[in-house]
């Protein structure tokens, strides 16, 4: 939980101001809202994935003559294994695909928006 607290501290604030870089002041509520439908579906969806996930490893266990405790715990063990795989992943592509845009003064600029538009 510390981490998961540190984590998105840390990277909410950056990932928002990067999604809203590129809005019009006219569409700056339509991409606030998209950005938060998609973290709450996608933290919803994963969350799915990763209990089916478990539940079928844990049930795939007990077919074959394990005990309760042991198949459930290989089951979130392995639905853990494969969420920490998927953060790897993400923070490779994060750092292959970020690297080598523009520069954090200018990702960071304050924007001027004519008032008239």
């Known amino acids: 939980m510390a981490l998961l607290g540190l984590g998105g501290g840390l ?6 101001m990067m999604a809203m870089a590129g809005a019009q002041p006219s569409e700056s509520g339509l991409a606030s809202d998209l950005l938060n439908t998609t973290g709450q579906v996608g933290a919803a969806f994963g969350l799915a994935v990763l209990a089916t ?3 079928a490893r844990s ?6 003559g394990a005990n309760l405790q042991l198949a459930l715990t290989d089951g979130y063990h392995f639905a853990w294994l494969l969420a920490a795989c998927v953060v790897v992943v993400t923070l490779a592509l994060a750092v292959v ?7 954090a003064e200018a990702a960071t600029a ?5 008032a008239a538009a």
């Open 97 to 103: 695909l970020l690297r080598g845009g523009e520069s």
């Open 110 to 114: 304050p924007v001027e928006w004519d």
């Open 53 to 55: 996930l478990a539940g």
């Open 11 to 16: 990277s909410f604030p950056a990932l928002t």
């Open 59 to 64: 049930l795939n266990l007990i077919l074959q």
